[in-house]
């Protein structure tokens, strides 16, 4: 009888632990999801960022070039158009990363990055862990004043 129900118990336990298991890859499906759902938002308000600000700058290169051509042609001095090159090179940038194909080599130069450069990558004393970041919150509270008696963490 005893077995029956230590049978009965372990098999219980295995579905358990079974429904556990696929409840978190579950919940970690959809997290991963949500994440990534977000970085395309991020990356796409990044992407219409970079080409309003391209319009506004083809303005401002449009006004400047065409008064310093005005300017160069009445004064006959044609020193006037040297800023042209600069400016044609911060347009010719903006451009590529608005409408080019910038971003792919951005996302290339990146993986290269992850893959030959890892290092690069790590943060400074590594990752945090639980207890160098409880030792840094009871460093803060220790030098903090007292606040309430609401602390009941510590």
């Known amino acids: 009888m005893g077995s029956f129900f230590s049978k009965t118990m372990d098999e219980n336990l295995k579905k358990q632990q079974e429904f556990m298991l696929k409840t978190q890859q579950l ?3 959809r997290q991963m999801a949500m994440q990534n759902e977000v970085r395309e938002r991020q990356m796409a308000m990044m992407i219409a960022k970079s080409r309003d600000f391209f319009w506004y700058w083809v303005t401002f290169d449009t006004l ?3 008064g310093l051509l005005v300017g160069a042609l009445k004064r006959k001095r044609y020193a006037l ?3 042209l090159i600069p400016l044609s090179f911060v347009t010719t940038y903006q451009w590529d990363l608005a409408y080019g194909p ?3 080599r951005i996302r290339e ?3 290269r990055i ?9 943060l400074p004393h590594g990752l945090p862990t639980f207890s160098s970041v409880e030792a840094a919150r ?3 509270k220790k030098n903090e004043p ?3 008696g609401h602390d009941i963490f510590l």
């Open 146 to 148: 007292y606040k309430s």
């Open 81 to 83: 158009l040297l800023p």
């Open 114 to 122: 992850i893959d030959e450069e890892h290092s690069l990558l790590d």
């Open 102 to 104: 910038k971003i792919e």
């Open 64 to 66: 400047v070039s065409t």
């Open 138 to 140: 009871l460093d803060q």
């Open 27 to 29: 919940a970690m499906e």
């Open 109 to 111: 130069m990146s993986e």
